[in-house]
């Protein structure tokens, strides 16, 4: 009898956090993990094949490659290659796994644990009142999902959920399938990640993506790299830096933590990052609170309007703004009003280290902000991205090389499914093109987001939940709340290459749906398949599995949506979902008429490296409702927290993706053992009354007054921002509350966690 592995018995040890990312490190570390999950062979199989010109995409994040010609044989990091190879790991999850293990027992499990179990290799269900999954066809077990789907009151009473590793045909069927079924309930993970930056952006530039490409960062001036981790989230994107500097660039990072990353890459391939110091990363590093920001911004743009008025013509580009711009004077008048103690108080920067930065901005022709989750999930997320568009309008950053704005998205084809129509709030255009393309009326009405869907779950407004890919309980906030609302569903089905809590959240029925993962080759009818993906800088390619199924049982994404559909629907509307999963060719077909850009999909994707998708923004086309590229004025805001309580971020350690730990270690932190820590500051420790190594709870606290805990946890002393601490994910999603969401956006604020730290005092016997 195996025995489940919760949270008991972790040993911490801790370090502290490195001075440099990657090395030698990085490659025993990734070889380490993964031929622990597979054989040489296998391994060699992938990590060759991976991010190559006719080979698999990772499943990672989304950081692109660079063109064809140009790639290293070795086009990975560390994370990547444990991450294909623990989707391409030897180990398997058979039907006799779900007879041992009661689903109660599994949600005991730690996620860690949960993952280490290997490949699903056949569809499973849960019955009424069963505390057991047993096996079931892929006749009866779509069949079960048809008929609650057609038996619900409103199409609106289901729910389509998305995340990033769905490929772009299986996306396009699914937002197909759900709007055919006539809803627009197609939430997704951007939902919860970079939402702040999609609604930011299509208000202030008309397009809701970046503007730069690898070569833009290669040639900028100065990047700033702001509320990011990429040693950890996104680590290739070091490799990119590393060539800024190598030009000349210079680069800003903004963080609340010293993130190893940010600090000194050594490049694993280059002999330089084998036995030298390796390349400075941060040329300056502001540690910033949390929350700060727009503050950061707010000040920059005022210091560049008091340059201008002290040199006039020389600091801003007067022509770009008369041009391309509107709203410059409103903003202008908003900005002057920027008190310099609330940006100081906001920031913890003094105004010497933000004067530092407007000089550097100064000297350098061409900027690029990057950023990530650590600006979006803040309730102030969508007004901070737009205050930095407006500190690169001011300066005519925008539409020319080595210049513009990269929100870098960390899950690899989220904005593919996006540019798909995986959206709950589609536009006309696009809509229209559907009806135009398949000949049904495609629903108007906005549908839910992930915070809406949860709130209908609740309420009982939403009866049947359908999630392709992903982890929906570990990856959404409130988790009681989130767990209580699936379990009120008639009906939860899960699309999934390996076990995961989710799994263990059912509704009244409860699917497994196994299928093929991104190292698995796919053959259909029609022959040998591939999909397609859409980095972060907008470039797309194919990717095509190397290895064979890890079940004769798996279908692939795109055969159970078309599967399904089939069932669903039957001929109303009629839709050739048959010749869609034979041959994705004819997918790509369609979406090359619906979605502008994909002209002429099949032939262009088979070209080595892709195609990238035209950014008006690059041409100096803004396709906002004026014309131009906007200018906002943005209200001041901050996060305080009352005496005697800490704002808490959540964030991934190094050994995990996206929900998923691989270790329960974080090797770039210094944490090993544990991942139920928090880190705090040894000032605020000491005035909180907490012993490093002590054992506290942590407990949220919200205006609703509902009281949210997150038990035994380890406090450690660590060099954050006075003021600021910081968790892991999922552990912590349980203190985020549902409907603390970031303004505009309705992203959950998981970066701004007003905590108490409680300590756990040893009763007597």
């Not at 048959?578 to 997918?587: G, I, L």
């Not at 000032?683 to 009354?689: A, Q, T, V």
């Amino acid at each position: 009898m195996s025995t489940i592995e919760g949270q008991d018995g972790e040993r911490l040890r801790v370090t502290g956090p490195k001075a440099w990312a990657a090395g030698l490190p990085g490659v025993f570390h990734a070889l380490e993990y993964s031929l622990g999950q597979t054989s040489v062979r296998r391994t060699a199989l992938t990590l060759l094949n991976v991010n190559q010109a006719g080979g698999l995409d990772c499943p990672g994040c989304a950081w692109p490659e660079p063109a064809p010609g140009r790639r290293h044989m070795n086009e990975y990091c560390e994370n990547g290659a444990k991450h294909v190879n623990d989707e391409a790991t030897s180990r398997r999850v058979t039907p006799e796994f779900f007879r041992r293990h009661a689903i109660s027992e599994l949600a005991a499990a730690s996620d860690e644990w949960l993952n280490q179990q290997g490949r699903l290799t056949e569809p499973m269900v849960k019955r009424p009142g069963s505390d057991h999954y047993e096996p079931i066809g892929w006749d009866e077990a779509l069949g079960l999902i048809a008929a609650e789907l057609r038996a619900l009151e409103s199409p609106d009473e289901a729910l389509f959920y998305t995340s990033g590793r769905l490929g772009n045909e299986g996306a396009f069927l699914l937002q197909l399938f759900a709007r055919a079924f006539g809803t627009n309930n197609l939430p997704d993970c951007s939902n919860m990640c970079h939402e702040s930056s999609g609604s930011a952006l299509i208000q202030t530039l008309g397009i809701g993506k970046g503007s730069v490409s690898l070569d833009d960062l290669y040639e900028a001036d100065l990047v700033f790299v702001v509320g990011q981790n990429p040693g950890t989230n996104h680590p290739r994107m070091l490799s990119a830096l590393e060539e800024t500097k190598r030009r000349g660039g210079q680069v800003i990072a903004v963080n609340p933590l010293p993130e190893a990353g940010l600090m000194r890459f050594k490049h694993p391939q280059k002999a330089r990052g084998i036995v030298g110091r390796g390349t400075l990363i941060a040329d300056v590093f502001l540690q910033i609170r949390l929350g700060g920001d727009l503050a950061l911004f707010q000040a920059l743009n005022l210091l560049l309007l008091q340059a201008e008025e002290e040199n006039p013509g020389t600091v801003l580009d007067r022509e770009f703004i008369r041009d391309h711009t509107t709203g410059f004077e409103e903003f202008a008048e908003n900005a002057r009003g920027v008190s310099w103690p609330e940006v100081l108080e906001a920031t913890g920067l003094s105004r010497e280290q933000i004067e530092d930065v407007h000089e550097r901005v100064l000297r350098s022709e061409k900027v690029i902000v990057c950023w990530a989750m650590g600006l979006t999930q803040h309730k102030h997320g969508v007004p901070t991205i737009r205050e930095i568009v407006n500190f690169l309008l001011l300066r005519g950053n925008l539409g020319r090389p080595g210049a513009g704005v990269c929100p870098v998205r960390g899950h690899s084809n989220v904005q593919g499914d996006r540019t798909m129509g995986i959206w709950e709030r589609p536009p006309a255009r696009f809509l229209d093109a559907l009806e135009k393309e398949f000949g049904f009326t495609p629903p108007a009405a906005h549908g839910m987001d992930t915070v809406e869907a949860i709130r209908a779950m609740r309420d009982g407004k939403a009866k049947v939940f359908l999630g392709v890919g992903g982890n929906f309980v570990r990856a959404t906030p409130d988790s009681e709340v989130t767990e209580a609302a699936l379990r009120s569903c008639r009906l939860t089905a899960h699309i999934s290459t390996k076990p995961n809590r989710s799994h263990t959240v059912c509704g009244e029925t409860a699917l497994i749906l196994p299928t093929l993962g991104r190292s698995d080759r796919d053959v259909q009818a029609g022959g040998e398949q591939f999909v397609t993906v859409e980095d972060s800088m907008s470039q797309v390619h194919a990717s095509r599995g190397k290895l064979p199924p890890a079940s004769e049982h798996l279908l692939s994404e795109v055969a159970i949506i078309s599967r399904l559909a089939r069932l669903t629907l039957g001929e109303e509307p009629a839709l050739p979902w048959e010749e869609f999963e034979a041959d994705y060719d004819t997918v790509r077909d369609r979406i090359s008429r619906v979605i502008p850009g994909f002209e002429d999909f099949n032939a262009r994707v088979r070209e080595p490296g892709g195609f990238r998708l035209p950014n008006p923004v690059n041409s100096r086309v803004f396709n906002t409702p004026q014309g131009k590229a906007v200018f906002t004025g943005n209200a001041f805001a901050s996060l305080k927290a009352p005496r005697g309580h800490l704002i808490l971020q959540t964030l991934r350690s190094h050994d995990q993706w996206n929900t998923v730990p691989y270790t329960s270690d974080d090797r770039y932190r210094g944490i090993k053992g544990s991942r139920r820590v928090v880190m705090v500051n040894p000032d605020d420790l000491r005035d909180l009354g907490i012993a490093d190594g002590e054992k506290v709870d942590l407990v949220g606290v919200w205006e609703d007054g509902r009281e949210r805990r997150a038990e035994g946890f380890t406090a450690v002393s660590y060099p954050t921002k006075q003021g600021s601490a910081a968790a892991y994910y999922p552990e912590t999603n349980v203190l985020v509350p549902l409907d603390s969401v970031a303004d505009v956006s309705n992203t959950p604020t998981s970066k701004a966690v007003v905590v108490r730290l409680e300590a756990v005092r040893e009763s007597s016997a």
